[in-house]
C-alpha cells in the first residue's frame, strides 16, 4: 500500500513517535510533508513520551492524533496507555502505528524475536483493538477498517495498526546529513585503542555492529564487550552497574544521541552515584540512524551542560580526531566519572554486518571475563 493513501484515509494531522526502519515510508514521507513542525509531526525522545504529547494535542484540539513506533516501544506506552489514556481514566482516543520486527517465522535478530512475539498480545492486553497491514492489503480494507476504528476512537478507546515489513510502500527520498566530519566506525575504533583490555558496554544498532567488526578486524576478542543489541537508552545504566561492582576495572560506555534523549533519567542517576572507573562516551550525530537517519533533537541541546548538571565530575565535547584522542587519554588516567560527547557524521558502511555470536555467548564471555 502506497504510504500516502495510509496517511489519507487515516485523516489525521498530527503524527509524533520514535522513528522505525519497517516505518521508514511512514517516517520520510513526514519528514517530506511537515519536516520537524510542533503542530504537525514532531519525533519524540521515547513512545511513552509520545504518547503524553499527543495527549496533550488532543486535550487543547479535541481532534485524534497518531503515535508511530517500533513494537519494542510498546513497553514505553504501556504506562500512558493504561494510566492516562485509557477509557477508565481520561478517555483520550489515539491511533498507533506499530513497525511489526520479529514478526513469527519471519528471520530477525535475536532481540526482536520475543517482542514480536507479544506484539499483537500486548495491545490486547491494554484494550487496544488493532489491525494487521501486510503487502496485500487494500485501501479498501484499510478504509472500511478506519469506518470501524472511528467508532471505537468516539468512545474515548485506542486503536493500532501493525504494519508487517514491506507493507508501505511510495515512500519519497529524504537525505539525512549533517556538516560533522568525523565517521562512527572510526570513532570507535580509537575509543577501542585507548580502553584497551578495558571493559565496553555499547549501546542499541550499528554502534554496537561496528565494535564487533574492529575486534574482528583487529583479531581480538569479544569478552570484552557488552553489546546492547536491544534496550534502547539503557546502555549506560548497564555500564553504571558493572563498573559499581567493578571498581577496579576502568569502564567505557559507547552511547548513541537517541539512545541518551530516550531515557535521559539515567545521566542523573549516573552523576549522583558517580562512578570514578566510568568513562561515558556518546556518539551524537543528531539522528536515529540506525533506523533510517530521522532527525533528534540532540544536535539542539548542550549535552555537556546536562552532564554538568547531573553532577558529572567531567565533561566536554570534542569535533576531531585530535581533540578526541587527547580526551580519552585524559579519562583513562582519571579516577573520576566522565563524559565525552563526540560530534558525528550520519552515515556507515553498506556492508556493515552483524554479530555472527548469540546474545547469550556474548553475556556468558563478558562475565568469564569480568569474573577473571
Not at 525522545?45 to 503515535?67: D, F, S
Request: aromatic share 6%; with cysteine; glycine share 8%.
Amino acid at each position: 500500500m502506497k504510504v500516502e493513501s495510509l496517511v489519507k484515509i487515516i485523516g489525521a494531522d498530527f503524527y509524533t513517535g520514535v522513528p522505525d526502519s519497517q516505518l521508514k515510508a511512514l517516517c520520510n514521507y513526514l519528514m517530506s510533508e511537515y519536516g520537524i513542525d510542533p503542530k504537525h509531526h514532531v519525533i519524540a525522545a521515547n513512545e511513552g513520551n509520545a504518547a503524553a504529547l499527543a495527549a496533550g494535542y488532543h486535550l487543547a484540539t479535541g481532534k485524534v492524533p497518531v503515535v508511530y513506533m517500533q513494537n519494542s516501544g510498546e513497553g514505553n506506552i504501556i504506562n500512558p496507555v493504561a494510566s492516562l489514556l485509557s477509557d477508565k481514566v481520561y478517555a483520550i482516543p489515539m491511533i498507533f502505528i506499530v513497525g511489526w520486527r520479529g514478526e513469527p517465522g519471519v528471520h530477525d535478530e535475536p532481540q526482536h524475536i520475543y517482542q514480536g512475539e507479544v506484539t499483537v498480545k500486548l495491545l490486547d492486553d491494554m484494550d487496544i483493538v488493532s489491525f494487521i497491514i501486510d503487502k496485500a492489503t487494500t485501501e479498501e480494507q484499510l478504509s472500511e477498517k478506519m469506518k470501524e476504528f472511528k467508532e471505537i476512537l468516539a468512545n474515548g478507546k485506542d486503536v493500532a495498526f501493525v504494519v508487517k515489513k514491506g507493507a508501505l510502500t511510495d515512500a519519497p527520498r529524504v537525505e539525512y546529513k549533517n556538516d560533522n566530519e568525523m565517521l562512527r566506525e572510526e570513532i570507535i575504533k580509537h575509543i577501542v585503542k585507548f580502553s584497551g583490555e578495558d571493559p565496553i558496554v555499547s549501546t542499541t544498532g550499528k554502534a554496537s555492529r561496528e565494535l564487533f567488526e574492529i575486534r574482528e578486524a583487529n583479531n581480538q576478542a569479544h569478552k570484552y564487550d557488552f553489546l546492547t543489541v536491544g534496550s534502547m537508552g539503557h546502555s549506560s545504566s548497564i555500564a553504571l552497574g558493572v563498573a559499581v561492582n567493578k571498581p577496579d576495572k576502568k569502564v567505557w560506555c559507547i552511547d548513541g544521541d537517541g539512545a541518551v534523549l530516550m531515557h535521559m533519567g539515567a545521566m542523573a542517576v549516573m552523576g549522583a552515584n558517580k562512578p570514578s572507573n566510568l568513562v561515558h562516551v556518546v556518539i551524537n550525530n543528531g539522528a536515529h540512524e540506525t533506523v533510517g537517519g530521522m532527525p533528534t533533537v540532540a544536535s539542539q541541546i548542550d549535552l555537556v551542560g546536562v552532564a554538568k548538571a547531573c553532577r558529572y565530575p567531567n565533561a566536554v565535547r570534542v569535533s576531531t580526531f585530535e581533540a578526541l584522542d587527547k580526551e580519552l587519554e585524559i579519562a583513562k588516567g582519571k579516577n573520576e566519572l566522565s563524559l565525552i560527547e563526540v560530534t558525528c557524521a550520519i552515515g556507515a558502511r553498506e556492508d556493515l554486518g552483524r554479530p555472527t555470536t548469540t546474545a547469550l555467548e556474548n553475556k556468558k564471555s563478558f562475565m568469564e571475563y569480568l569474573k577473571a
